[in-house]
């Protein structure tokens, strides 16, 4: 069982650029999350989808896009890359109350080390 | 605005002390959870707290929840070296199973 599996580990943007992380869970989670963590800090949470086709923003979303076009995916999308958007972005997922599952938290990816220069 | 805070944010002890991390949040809330993380990785799922009065325990940490006064503990018992880690609360609202997470409190165990 592969969890929340995040790619790429490592990426070195330069600014103006575009690219996409991509998030893949295989639980059958309904809720998915996309945080921003920088250094010595806590997590900020971008976006947050609650089911295939239905996203929301979090905190911090300028900046970012995302899809959820099926239950397993949540790309994030960065348009044009910028250093304040230099920062480890960790994808979760989680049960919610309707799947009638026991309440267990989030379960993280690995992470993107993203460097914007 | 929902504010999760923790203290100390550092804390640096001796092997074989004991210590506690506070967490302390602004709304009402019944669900805790406390993360860990090590440098340069994901966090780690360590206890789900979904009731007042919830205590867990694994191992030397211990973790309790009292949600009239909207707070959680972590009580670290005779640390040992391999609990130098950064350790995150987690608090949700009620609807949308958002978490707001603390900042952490980094602990480093000294030999």
């Known amino acids: 069982n592969a969890g929340v599996t995040q790619t790429p580990k490592f990426r070195i943007l330069k600014i103006g650029q575009s690219m996409t992380l991509q998030c893949t869970q295989d639980m059958n989670h309904n809720y998915m999350y996309w945080y921003r963590q920088d250094p010595g800090m806590g997590l900020k949470l971008i976006y947050y989808?609650?089911?295939?086709?239905?996203?929301d923003k979090g905190e911090v979303p300028n900046g970012y896009n995302v899809s959820r076009s099926t239950t397993e995916d949540f790309p994030l999308r960065l348009e044009l890359a910028a250093p304040s958007q230099t920062s480890v972005y960790f994808c979760?997922?989680?049960?919610?109350?309707?799947?009638?599952?026991?309440?267990?938290?989030?379960?993280f990816g690995s992470g993107t080390r993203l460097t914007v220069v | 605005e929902l504010k999760v805070e923790q203290n100390p944010l550092f804390l640096s002890m001796q092997e074989g002390k004991n210590y506690t991390i506070y967490c302390n949040y602004s709304t009402t809330s019944d669900r805790l959870y406390w993360y860990r993380q090590d440098p340069g990785k994901s966090l780690e799922s360590l206890f789900v707290l979904l009731s007042n009065g919830a205590v867990k325990q694994e191992g030397r940490l211990m973790a309790s929840l009292d949600t009239k006064a909207r707070l959680s503990t972590l009580h670290i018992t005779a640390a040992v070296h391999d609990l130098s880690a950064t350790y995150f609360c987690a608090v949700d609202r009620r609807t949308g199973n958002q978490f707001y997470f603390g900042t952490g409190t980094s602990l480093t165990v000294i030999p």
């Open positions: 979760a997922s989680s049960y919610s109350l309707g799947q009638g599952a026991k309440l267990s938290g989030y379960t």
């Open positions: 989808s609650v089911g295939a086709g239905i996203t």
